[in-house]
Structures are given as structure tokens and as C-alpha cells.
């Protein structure tokens, strides 16, 4: 049974460039699918989240749905514009998992960051991009991490740490 939204929806679509580039923000951005803004009251707060989350790194916004035979890919993520979380859209559950999985055991690789282990780090960083990138959630992430807050992910994600 198809849900019902709680608002007003929009979509967002990207240019062809990222037929063949990965998208600066988000990674899973392709001509072939859209973005899901919720939690806009109308079209003009749904750009403003979008060019505060994603900056001018995309094509179109739309209020109506727009059609699988256009974009084949459908749905790529979610954003939410109250609190402009970015959230790829799971299409590879198992390789979610498996990446969660890397990520657990990646972590202790983080303390010899300390130690001038910068390749080591980078290898954790990209794992969390990874699983991101891949539909996990924030919270699954922080999580497997054994955290509860999420602002480290978040900086693992966009490459602020």
C-alpha cells in the first residue's frame, strides 16, 4: 500500500553530468532519478533547503511526481528540509549491511590516526562515506560505531574530519 505523505513533496532532479561524475554532496545523484524533499510548505522553502544542502550541484525541482519511464532510477534519497538531513534512499540492503560491518571493524583503525596513521583514517573515513553513500542511515552508522550522538558521523560523511 503506497504511504501518504504528511505534507506537500518536491523533486529533485540532477544534470547529466552526473551520468559519469559522483555528485560533491551527494554521492548517489544521478540524471536517472530524484531527490524527495519533504517537510517544505511549498516549492520556494523545498529550493531553499535544497541550495543549503546541495548548493547549485543540481538541475530541476518539480511539485509533481515525476514518472519511472522519465527516471528509471526513481527515488535516490530524501531530504528533509526542516532540519536539511540528506539521506540516500537503501537500494542494496545486504551491501548496507556489509559495509556497517566494515565499518565496526574500522574503527579501531581511528586511534592510530593519532599516531600519524593519516592512510588508516582515510580508509575509515571512506568506509562511513561508503556505507552513507549506500542508503545507511546516520543513526545505523553511529551506531555501528558505538556512539550516541551523530555530529562525528556527519563530519565523517561530508569530510570535515
Known sequence: MPRKPKGPEFFVTFGQRYRQETHPVFPPAHPDGWLRVVGAADITQARE?????LGSQWSNIYADELHPETFPLGELGRLRAN????????REP??????LDQVRRSQDAVREYDQGREKVFDQFRAAVQDAAAAGASVASIAKA?????????????????
Open 49 to 53: 533547503a535544497t541550495f543549503k544542502t
Open 145 to 161: 560505531l558505538g556512539q550516541t550522538g551523530r555530529a562525528r558521523v556527519y563530519d565523517l560523511i561530508y569530510g570535515r574530519l
Open 94 to 99: 545486504e551491501r548496507v549491511a556489509a559495509l
Open 83 to 90: 532540519s536539511l538531513e540528506l539521506r540516500p534512499t537503501p
